[in-house]
């Protein structure tokens, strides 16, 4: 049963627009939440987190939206770049000192320029 | 910087065969853990270990064993190694903490003919 869902496989942006990543989690227990990168053949890069606590948080061009009620996160990308192009992973964290994380599908970002 | 190894980029062996993956990592970090990056899939966990000797189950845990004999080391083992285990292997660590973020290696794209 999947835990968490990232329901749009792919999505194409033009450079300079914003870009919106979606994730949808089932876990109301989850309280800490990771967003990941990453561009072929390379292993994922830890991009920006949000805790539970917390219903947004900034860094940079990337900003991540949690709405609990609707066990729902978003990641905005604004401007986005060609540079951006790549895979992105939602991953909660599923709670206790051993720091496992759920991963979603992911969603493949294509900027174009 | 923290740095996550991974014994080889590419790996191709023949059904049956047993698979060594190797993870090495420089930071110290006492939690270690193995993926398999399938598309439409994400990351599923295959193992974990949060100390030298110490290891749980994953996901799917299934046709692998793993071997962690020293903090820097965690080994990924293929007892013999089937068609369906082809895949993108990542290694990740961290420390223990439900805030702290996993460092990924480049990953191991194994082929099984």
């Known amino acids: 049963d999947q835990q968490v869902k990232q329901n749009s496989p792919s999505l194409s942006v033009q450079e300079g627009r914003i870009s919106i990543l979606n994730c949808d989690y089932t876990n109301s227990m989850f309280d800490y939440f990771l967003w990941y990168k990453k561009y072929p053949a390379e292993g994922p890069t830890f991009l920006i987190s949000i805790s539970s606590i917390k219903d947004k948080n900034e860094d940079g061009r990337f900003t991540v939206f949690l709405n609990k009620s609707a066990k729902h996160l978003s990641l905005h990308i604004v401007p986005s770049q060609p540079g951006d192009s790549a895979v992105y992973f939602c991953a909660p964290h599923n709670g206790g000192a051993t720091n496992k994380l759920i991963f979603g599908t992911g969603t493949l970002l294509a900027v174009q320029p | 910087d923290v740095k996550v190894t991974q014994s080889s980029r590419y790996l191709v062996k023949r059904t049956g065969e047993k698979v060594f993956l190797e993870c090495v990592q420089d930071?110290?970090?006492?939690?270690m853990f193995w993926y398999r990056q399938d598309p439409g899939l994400g990351l599923r966990l295959i193992y974990f270990?949060?100390?030298?000797?110490?290891?749980e189950k994953g996901d799917i845990p299934e046709g692998y064993s793993v071997s962690r004999e020293k903090k820097e080391r965690f080994s990924l083992i293929l007892e013999s190694a089937s068609t369906n285990q082809t895949s993108m292997y990542l290694c990740a660590s961290s420390f223990p903490g439900t805030q702290e973020t996993q460092y990924f290696g480049p990953g191991t794209r194994l082929l099984v003919l």
């Open positions: 270990s949060y100390d030298v000797k110490m290891k």
């Open positions: 930071m110290d970090h006492e939690n």
